[in-house]
């Protein structure tokens, strides 16, 4: 007989022996026989233990011949473990995995290293300010001068923007190395690396995530598209520092006062499920004594002196200490105890000073600048300049979906937005409006959503949402106008917020807790099953439905670091130089009147004629208003020795523009009498003899211009129009019908259209 099954026969005899002695009560006997054969029940237990494995492992290779049939597994498995390894060594390693990650940013940015020049209004700012290229700088000096060196206090204009602190900073780059604009550019682009390093110890100190999820948000950050203003604008610096210091308020206060809660590491035991109802020890941060508030509160005011919008990140401290008031009082009932009072004491000193220093820090700053006085063009912001109250709140509710758009998916990127690059929204269908109804319901979505979530994540999510809407505020032009319509280097500070919010998401999408509800707690793995892990992301369970959640991350934020990635690289060559700039965001935003302008001035210096009268034709048909398009198209015509009617006709566009009515009408009779077939001119005097109410004139010349040029249906449609305020209405009704059967998408005259072309 086989040794196995006689000792599956002994077994069994020892069993009935044993049952026998049970119901007469002989339990010494009972006990003698089973310490005499102890060796064989231990036998005995570890063969039944080994064929229940060997059972489950039956069970488990037959389900996992079921899901290799899923190529998507098969390829995602290695994958998941290999990039699962790499966040552990994140785990153990975080610091370096952050320079790891700034190494990589600032590849995107090498190229910067090398650019010379200053743009726009970089050199107002540094080249022509006193305060920055002043033999000596006083402090008295540097309090008076907004941040373009202008008196803030007199009769001048001033925008009474001070920030000092980022003054200093040129200051100290010019004492450095002159006005070598390299060293500006560098001083940014580092500058922008240490605020991605600071970004990712927030995702840890402030958030409670791990070194791995830390990159990763630094990561977001660091190569995000939008950022490329910013970083080589060099006076975007400002949002720069404010988005430092102001992170570093955060991680200051959230280490001394408002510790949150452990968030697992980058795919943390998969087969566990590791949310419960525990919350951080609320007040138990290093620091107890609130004197040493004074440390945060001096970040966020030194981050508002760097930039007006980083004052509003007092509130984000006061949002640590109701969440983390509400999470103690939740605890508390739920232990059906009463609130500490010192707990509560402590609460209310660190609520009560931090409302006090926000008080007191607007109310500093107001009487030191006056207030603030926008002193805005239509050109800046013409939305702000619009009479009917219900087009300025459809239009800037336009812009806020903009702005979504450029954090969501920023593949279209301009340096300027102004004019007619956002034309107004006067209609409550028009289809773009789906674009902010889609901002607001993603916004409202996001909010809801993460209050759904476990306490720890709801924490952190709340607090990411809140750095993203409340530093978004100031240049949503809803608390006041602001003095542009769309800037990308006004979604610095918000980005931050936005880059923790996705990172909240993905950690706990990849948890599971997107799927299923909280289960209870599991006991913690033993130190043999933990040894049976592969690594600290704990993919050792192995479970189908997590290995797919981990691929899916996986695959969704390398496509997303490496379309970012390759999009602000791109934009950096953008950058190079003024003219690359001009001539590619001119070509991008054709409807913007200052890239438009500057495209011309551009084509204007390298020669090209033709090209530069185009772009400054664009630009006065966006901005009309403007005189100098048409100054810089008689400079042109001059230059091109077009010296008879052309330069008479630019002129007096120009003289028009500026209000100059009377000089406009000597001039266009001038150039007519030089070149009495010029159709456009004539057009032209017959709009300006109309501006004067002289209409019988005016009609006379329009018909002399339809005349010589019968296949412009604006000509038509200008005599319709004055013949109709004439009171001919047959030749209006003539005049138009001719318009339409020339033009049948011609939009309705409401009076007499000139023609912003140069002459030539």
Known sequence: M??????????????????????????????????SHAPQLQAARLRLEQQALELHSTRARSQNDKQDANPVRQMGTPIVRTVAAAAAWADRFPWLALLVIQAVILATYAQGFLYRGFIMDDAVGMMRNPNVIGETLSFADLMRRDFWGLPMHGSGWTNKSFRPLTTLTFRWNYLLHGLDSSGFHATNILLHCLTSLILGRTATVALGMSGSWAALASALFGVHPVHTENVLYLVCRADILACLLGLLAMNCYAASFSPPAALRPLWPTLRSRPFDAAVAAVGSGILQNPLWMIFPVLLIIASGLCKESGFTLFSIPMLMELLDFLSMQAWVQHQKERFAKRTFRRFRLRAGLLVASTFL??????????????NMSPQDNPISFETERKARILSYSYVHGVYMRLLV??????YDYSMDAIPMVRDVFDCRLMLPLSAYVGCMASVSFVMQLPARHRRSGLIALALLVVSFLPASNILFPVGTVVGERLMYVPSAGYCLAVVVVLHAFLQGTLHKPRAPPRPEPTKIQ??????????????????????????????????????????????ESSDTLFIR???????????????????????????????????????????????????????????????????????????????????????????PDFAKGWNNLACCLAS?????????????????????????????????????????????????QIWPSMPEHRDCAWEFAPAG
């Open 409 to 414: 998916w920023p593949q279209f990127l301009c």
């Open 530 to 575: 933990r040894g049976k892990e592969i690594h600290s992301w704990g993919i050792g369970s192995g479970r189908p439905e997590a290995m797919r959640r981990g691929f899916k991350v996986t695959l969704c934020v390398t496509l997303a670091l490496t379309a970012l990635s390759v999009r602000t690289w791109l934009r950096v060559w953008d950058w």
């Open 361 to 374: 820090v607007f109310v500093a700053r107001y009487r030191h600048t006056g207030g603030t006085s926008l």
């Open 692 to 740: 004067k109410m002289n209409l019988n004139d005016s009609a006379r010349a329009l018909r002399k211009a339809v005349s010589l040029d019968p296949e412009n249906p604006q000509y038509w449609a200008n005599l319709a129009v004055l013949s109709q305020h004439l009171g001919d209405y047959a030749t209006s009704k003539s005049a138009m019908s001719t318009a339409l």
């Open 2 to 35: 086989p040794k196995q099954e006689q000792s599956n026969v002994e077994g069994r005899l020892l069993l009935k022996e044993a049952i026998e002695l049970i119901p007469s009560g002989r339990w010494e006997e009972l006990t003698s026989l089973l310490q």
């Open 585 to 675: 965001d001119g070509a991008r935003q054709p409807q913007s009147s200052k890239t438009q302008f500057n495209l011309g001035i551009t084509h204007m210096q390298m020669q090209e004629w033709d090209a530069a009268v185009d772009a400054l034709v664009r630009c006065a048909w966006a901005d009309p208003l403007s005189s100098l398009p048409f100054y810089r198209i008689g400079q042109i015509e001059i230059l091109r020795n077009r010296f008879d009617s052309a330069v008479f006709h630019d002129l007096a566009l120009a003289m028009f523009q500026n209000g100059k009515v009377d000089q406009a009408e000597t001039r266009l009779r001038i150039s007519l009498q030089l070149n």
